[in-house]
């Protein structure tokens, strides 16, 4: 089951970063992107999902070809469907793996990082942090999906509480 927010300032929060993100991402300035989710009490990092974004051609360049000026295997042509599929995997694994994340035992908040080209117009009203890294971190890999425009790749950290609860 899919959860929807009905916090009008969430989702309008939302709407206005993934709509910077979208002209970003048209103009290839996104790098990665990164939701970081933290205690609301303890401010302390406890889960950090990454997604590098890398172009691998601009928007309106031709399909590749092979030296004979035939087009590069079918991969060069993935349907919209291929694309939501691998999507689709991706959003399934990230939903399973709350079988392998610890429980958030508190309240937490988020926040959406956007890592850029450095000529990015940045909106005046954002601002800078940290990469809010997590310490003692467990790094999975998670999926990857390719447009032929962009290729994503997935990967989330979480504290690992072993250690922290053996002592």
């Not at 469907?81 to 694994?93: L, P, S, T, V």
Request: some cysteine; proline content about 4%.
């Amino acid at each position: 089951a899919m959860l929807m927010s009905t916090d009008e300032n969430l989702q309008a929060y939302l709407q206005k970063i993934l709509t910077q993100v979208r002209h970003w991402l048209m103009e290839g300035k996104v790098t990665r992107l990164v939701l970081a989710i933290s205690g609301l009490e303890t401010g302390e990092n406890l889960e950090r999902w990454v997604f590098n974004v890398e172009q691998e051609k601009a928007l309106g360049d031709p399909a590749p070809v092979c030296e004979d000026d035939e087009p590069v295997e079918r991969e060069c042509t993935k349907s919209e469907k291929e694309i939501q599929g691998e999507i689709g995997a991706i959003i399934r694994q990230i939903c399973a793996s709350v079988t392998f994340l610890p429980l958030l035992q508190e309240e937490c908040t988020f926040d959406l990082l956007i890592y850029c080209d450095k000529n990015a117009e940045v909106p005046t009203t954002w601002e800078e942090t940290d990469p809010r890294y997590i310490t003692n971190a467990v790094d999975v890999k998670l999926r990857s999906f390719t447009t032929f425009i962009h290729r994503v790749d997935t990967c989330v950290s979480y504290r690992d509480t072993m250690d922290l609860d053996d002592l």
